[in-house]
């Protein structure tokens, strides 16, 4: 164990996961982002809100929506909870986008997109930043070591 620690194996194969583990959180919130971006809306009534706690004691909320696409109509919960004070209200509306080949499939919030892509970058940005490190300096004590084994 102490000689894979010594030549940085276990450093660059940890870097290599966090680069692949980033690039994947990164390709999804891309994804994600497009997705947002290019899929159709629709103006939905919330029609129930459901309440819960979380482990801290904060109050979140999932809202169901009711939307009409081409003359059918969809009642749909929220992709997850979220804080109730920013949740919107039973009888309010909101505009939300739905998956145009499946309209039952809703986006109602960009916070997963941008979370998933922060995360991809930051992953990405550690690992690839590790990686470079312990590999320049691999390379650097390998220079040092030929110039004390050539006498110089």
Not at 51 to 79: H, I
């Amino acid at each position: 164990m102490r000689s894979l620690l010594s030549n940085g194996i276990l450093f660059i194969g940890l870097s290599i996961l966090f680069l692949i583990g980033g690039l994947v959180c990164l390709a999804f919130g891309i994804v994600y982002d497009v997705r947002y971006a290019t899929y159709p809306t629709a103006e939905a009534v919330v029609v129930d809100v459901d309440y819960k706690y979380d482990d801290e004691g904060d109050l979140l909320a999932c809202p169901t929506y009711r939307y009409e696409v081409d003359g059918y109509q969809y009642e749909m919960k929220s992709n997850g909870y979220e804080s109730a004070w920013s949740s919107p209200k039973e009888g309010s509306t909101k505009t939300i986008r739905y998956n145009p080949n499946k309209p039952y499939e809703i986006i109602d919030s960009i916070v997963l997109c941008i979370v998933l892509t922060v995360l991809g970058v930051a992953t990405t940005a550690a690992g690839a930043g590790v990686l470079f490190t312990k590999l320049r300096t691999r390379k650097h004590a390998a220079t040092n070591n030929n110039f004390t084994d050539n006498g110089v």
